[in-house]
């Protein structure tokens, strides 16, 4: 049972990543989220409009690099989250300290929790959006606990 208020986006409760992209000289980051597909297959999904400079890029070179956002970087997920890419160089514009970088691969922020290397293996276009099923071909993890979302607050995770 719905209510007229509610949203299902506000139901469900997610982790926050940042997707990284580079193609060519032009690069970019967003906030977003993802979910895997498989705990045996290192497969997972993420939605990005059509519109921002991140599916524009993915779409160009077939890959991102999915960064799992830390507690410790609440400020830099809201900021990532509200400027466009197409606008500014969000690397430059906020000062982002990253991880050393590697000539044609996607800038990571430094201090996440971990990060993935992802190749698109398809595509489904959906309203505004792209529904991109992608195999993580590298991954590190730091131990640094992740941040969650939820109605458009930012959460941390804790045992039960
Ligand atoms: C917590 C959070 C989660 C978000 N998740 C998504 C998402 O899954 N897909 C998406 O397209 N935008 C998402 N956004 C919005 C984008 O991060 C935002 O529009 C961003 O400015 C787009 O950047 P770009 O234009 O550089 O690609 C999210 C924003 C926040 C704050």
Redesign the pocket.
Known sequence: MSTAKQQVSDLLP?P??F?S?IHGEKR???????LFVSEKEPLLT????K???????IERSGTFTLIIASESQKEL??K?????????D?FQLFSIKTLPAEPGKPLVPADDSAWLACRVISRQDIDD?YVLLARAIEHKGFGNPPLL?QK?I?FGLKSL
């Not at 970019?28 to 993802?34: C, E, G, K, L, V």
């Not at 519109?51 to 890029?57: A, D, E, F, I, N």
């Not at 990532?80 to 500014?88: A, H, I, Q």
Request: include cysteine; aromatic fraction near 6%.
């Open positions: 997610c926050v990543v997707i992209t970019d980051i967003m906030t977003a989220t993802a993420v939605s990005v409009a519109r921002h400079l991140t599916g524009k890029l997920a809201l990532l989250g509200s400027v466009r890419g197409d606008e500014e969000k959006y979302w458009g930012l």
